[in-house]
């Protein structure tokens, strides 16, 4: 998912903790049949022209992206829902199957999270294992989740390391911590966490099933700073952002909200009804880019007002539409999700 965890769903998938033959279809969005708050229905996108820096430049895979990373102009990643990592050379025009984390399984999405530390350590995320490379993606090791036998409701996993070798993992459970690159995984935080932020090697702040905000100064000791009465607990994917130690985003499918005191308090900005949030990335200044299933929006004012960016054609949508979003910087970004459709954007 972009700077980011997580964070993206292809389908909004609730894994269970015994099987997994009932998930739907990659290919299979489910879209929110009722406005998820009658009181965030002023908080919809403003309409607009989509803008002509999205381009779609891959479209070739029979299969979907659930994550994508670029850590150069040229040089991406993406996470294959069979299980593959992928590889381009080129901007994310032309794409070369790499190492197999998962085992192919249809209905299921194999690799779900991608996370760089720079151009030369990365990691993925797979239902059942962690793949760590240390030379740009020409190698992979293959290594084992922290949370396995899974005994619970399984989440979209989050993960998120501030320094080559020091990162957090979460799937619902646990919060998990790794300082040797994902060899040893030790548990700070014993509740069900389904998305955190991290600013250094113990100040962080977590989601917590079903509606609690956390946050941890020494990176042990956990308090509970806020409750987000609006947060749809039954939701398999949540996903937190922060710019600095105050400003900072959640979403959980429906509505994105935001906090400018660290998370004491938060407020829904933006909820695109009857679109799914999938994915969003926070640049520079007040600028905020999101992914929906059908739509890409954008807000350059701290979410007080939203506008279409992108909007994908019928056929690509029903193929599981867009899924996760990256931006390089500023001028550089990329959106993909479902049949491998890979969207470019260049300003």
């Not at 381009?55 to 294959?80: C, E, K, P």
């Not at 085992?103 to 962690?130: D, E, K, N, W």
Request: aromatic residues 12%; proline residues 5%.
């Amino acid at each position: 998912m972009s700077a980011r965890i997580v964070l993206v769903i292809p389908v909004l998938l609730i894994f269970s903790a015994c099987s997994h033959s009932s998930n739907p279809s990659p290919n299979s969005p489910t879209t929110p049949t009722s406005p998820p708050n009658p009181l965030d229905t002023a908080t919809t996108v403003t309409t607009g022209t989509d803008s002509s820096y999205w381009q779609i430049v891959s479209n070739a895979n029979a299969l979907a992206f659930s994550d994508i990373w670029f850590t150069d102009t040229l040089h991406g990643f993406a996470a294959g829902s069979n299980g593959y990592i992928y590889l381009s050379a080129d901007g994310g025009t032309t794409w070369t199957q790499s190492a197999q984390l998962e085992p192919s399984s249809s209905g299921q999405l194999g690799i779900q999270t991608l996370f760089f530390s720079g151009s030369q350590i990365g990691y993925a995320v797979g239902l059942m294992h962690i793949a760590v490379t240390a030379n740009g993606g020409q190698s992979w090791t293959i290594k084992s989740r922290p949370d396995l036998p899974i005994t619970g409701a399984q989440r979209w996993p989050s993960l998120q390391f501030i320094t080559p070798t020091t990162g957090f993992f979460s799937a619902g459970q646990k919060l998990w911590r790794t300082d040797d690159s994902a060899d040893h995984w030790t548990p700070i935080e014993i509740d069900s966490v389904g998305s955190f932020y991290f600013f250094g090697t113990n100040n962080g702040v977590s989601f917590a099933y079903p509606n609690r905000i956390n946050r941890t100064l020494d990176g042990a000791t956990w308090q509970n700073t806020a409750i987000l009465p609006n947060s749809s607990s039954g939701m398999p994917f949540t996903y937190m952002q922060f710019s600095n130690d105050q400003t900072g985003w959640f979403t959980d499918l429906n509505r994105i909200s935001t906090t400018s005191n660290g998370g004491v308090s938060w407020k829904a900005v933006f909820q695109p009804y009857p679109d799914i949030i999938t994915d969003f990335q926070v640049l520079s200044g007040q600028t905020v880019y999101l992914a929906g299933v059908n739509h890409l929006y954008k807000t350059m004012d701290g979410g007080t007002t939203w506008q279409r960016e992108y909007t994908l054609s019928s056929n690509l949508a029903s193929q599981g539409g867009l899924i996760a979003i990256f931006f390089l910087d500023d001028h550089h970004g990329w959106a993909t999700g479902g049949n491998g459709v890979v969207l470019r954007y260049r300003h």
